[in-house]
């Protein structure tokens, strides 16, 4: 019978007889059987763990280089421990902590485990992990909090020394000596937030403590815990970066600034906001190498696609798009620009602020300080014989009269209102001011869109989902067109997909956003229907009975094609819960 791990290894082939004596007394010495083995080149790391796999008949689990574990994640286990014990937190879902160890036999490490699962009020469950990727986490404890670590230490000496921060609202080379410590400290999270693939940061002053989060993916997670002390000196250094009055922190100030990360320029737009605790600091990573996507990248698809592409191909007008704030607007409007943005057209923008920059394009960022803003901005674009006009946001009467003037006069007019839906863009238009006769004549398109979470490509696979989520989907789409099923490619019976999680994915199971949209289409049946100034429901009856994919039947058009999960398909359409299509969620019914 096999007792031991190092007589298994020899039962397999995998260790020489003549190293058995050599080993088992290295062992009793205190040394790692594993480390040996692998120092002395006895047996290669991936068949070593393999076989300890397969001996403790536990999963292996791999992590892949650079797409570690979040820092929220890593907060689980103390670095401390993580050293000591030679386990490490690899994810965290619904309350369970995904642990890796390297010796998952040591009754000790497991007696650790409990204590941190109890402290912590979650679950655990152990996979086994390489040497190897062991170090590499570990790894990523020491960069960013280590990094950070040894900056506010630096910082700790400075401030004894008195080398602390004028109260000047100029850049000089004073501050940015004394304040190199914390020029470290805003750099390290700056860096680690990029890699991260995060879209913005929060810097939050609280009562006790400065709390550090990354938005990935739409959600924000905790990444980094400050001394309080510290986030004078970390929002000043923001300040001066952005060029903002550093002495100023009664009111909101906006700004933005670019530095070189990896070799490539990386653009970061940055808002202050007075709370009671002290200023919040967010800041919107723009990263200009990721590009501006393509439509069909942004999720636009069949017969939406279209509609939205004949609409801004026609010689002028408005298209208008809709949705809350993060909803991705300016990313599509950059999309709709970058195709418009040709020789031998003007393209003019005013923008509040420039996200995206375009080669060619004319943009312009409005100043409300300065009395620059939208409607006087307009005024002036039109005096600079444009072809193309996009304004970044529609917010008031002035500014929607002025759109609609350039659209009646042979323009093509791109800009945002906020609407929950492409439908209420005829009554929001109304309700600005807007005659109802010229609605019409200048409406293009309105498109509404969301973001929704895409389900990893590396980890996803298809699901029968429940009766009652079957005939949920049936439901929803069968107003469908047959067109655009067949574009589509939807077809009973529906599949869903569900990721469980990766390590490309951070064991998320999603990575990555994509878009859903609704897009109206003015046509002569709208027409006749506006001028006789219909109720918004009465707009929505026309639309539906012409065929419009809602934002809904788009999601789930997405989630039967495997792009998302059915349950963050319904989350976006904000009409919906899941309690209408039953608290089980998805029964697994076959692959």
């Known amino acids: 019978m096999v007792k031991t791990f190092l007589d298994f290894l020899v039962e397999q082939a995998f260790v020489p007889k003549d190293k058995i004596n050599q080993l088992k007394e290295a062992v009793r010495k205190g040394s ?4 040996l083995l692998i120092e002395q080149k006895i047996v290669p790391e991936g ?6 796999s397969d001996f403790l008949q536990m999963p ?13 994640v890593l907060n689980k286990v103390p670095e401390e421990a993580a050293e000591y014990y030679k386990m490490v937190p690899l994810a965290f879902l619904n309350g369970e902590l995904m642990v890796g160890m390297v ?15 109890l402290m912590g009020g979650f679950h655990t469950t152990v996979n086994l992990i390489t040497l190897t990727d062991y170090n590499r986490i570990l790894g990523t404890y020491r960069s960013l909090r280590g990094e950070v670590n040894k900056a506010l230490e ?20 004073k501050i940015t000596s004394e304040t190199a410590p914390i020029s470290k400290t805003v750099a390290v999270v700056i860096r680690h937030a990029v890699d991260g693939r995060a879209s913005d940061i929060h810097i939050e002053p609280q009562e006790k403590e400065l709390r550090v989060r990354f938005r990935v993916d739409g959600v924000l997670h905790t990444s980094l815990i400050l001394p309080k002390d510290v986030h004078p000196q970390i929002a000043s250094r923001i300040k001066i970066l952005s060029n903002l009055r550093i002495d100023e922190r009664r009111v909101p100030q906006d700004g933005r600034f670019r530095l070189k990360i990896d070799q490539k320029n990386v653009d970061f737009r940055v808002s202050t906001f007075p709370t009671s605790q002290g200023e919040k600091v967010v800041m919107r990573i723009l990263d200009p190498s990721i590009g501006i996507k393509t439509l069909p990248e942004l999720g636009l698809q069949g017969v939406n696609l279209q509609k939205l592409e004949k609409g801004i191909r026609r010689p002028f007008g408005m298209t208008l798009i809709t949705g809350p704030t993060g909803s991705g607007k300016s990313t599509t409007l950059a999309a709709l620009l970058s195709i418009l943005n040709r020789e031998g057209v003007n393209v003019v923008s005013l923008e509040d602020p420039i996200e995206y920059y375009l080669e060619g394009a004319n943009q312009s960022q409005v100043r409300p300080e300065l009395q620059y803003t939208f409607a006087s901005g307009l005024r002036s674009i039109l005096r600079q014989d444009p072809d193309v006009v996009m304004v970044g946001e529609i917010r008031d009467t002035e500014t929607a009269e002025l759109t609609v003037h350039a659209a009646l006069t042979g323009h093509v007019v791109l800009s945002t209102l906020h609407t929950n839906d492409a439908i209420g863009v005829v009554p929001r238009m109304a309700d600005m001011g807007i005659a109802q006769f010229l ?8 498109l509404a869109q969301r973001l929704v979470r895409k389900l990893c490509p590396d980890c996803k696979r298809k699901v029968k989902p429940s009766s009652t989520i079957q005939q949920f989907i049936e439901e929803t789409i069968k107003g469908l067109s047959p067109e655009v099923r067949k574009v589509s490619n939807i077809n009973p019976p529906y599949f869903v997909y569900e990721a469980p999680g990766c390590p490309r994915c951070g064991h998320k199971g999603t990575r990555g956003r994509i878009g859903v949209f609704e897009v109206m289409e003015m046509t002569p049946e709208f027409e006749k229907l506006i001028l006789k ?10 639309a539906q009975r012409q065929g419009m994919i809602t934002m809904l039947q788009d999601a789930i058009i997405k989630a039967v094609q495997g792009e998302v999960s059915f349950q963050e398909a319904v989350r976006v359409a904000k009409e919906f819960s899941l309690a209408e299509v039953g608290e089980g969620g998805i029964q697994l019914g076959g692959k």
């Open 32 to 35: 790692s059987l594993e480390e």
């Open 47 to 52: 068949k070593l763990f393999k076989a300890k």
């Open 60 to 72: 292996l689990r791999s992590v892949v280089e650079g797409e570690g574990p979040q820092t929220e």
């Open 103 to 117: 010796y998952p036999e040591d009754v000790k490490a497991q007696e650790a485990l409990k204590f941190l699962s």
């Open 154 to 173: 630096e910082l700790s000496e400075s401030l004894k020394k008195d080398e602390t921060i004028e109260e000047v609202s100029t850049y000089d080379e």
């Open 439 to 446: 609605i019409p004549s200048t409406l293009n398109v309105a």
């Open 533 to 542: 100034r219909p109720t918004e429901s009465e707009v929505r009856a026309e």
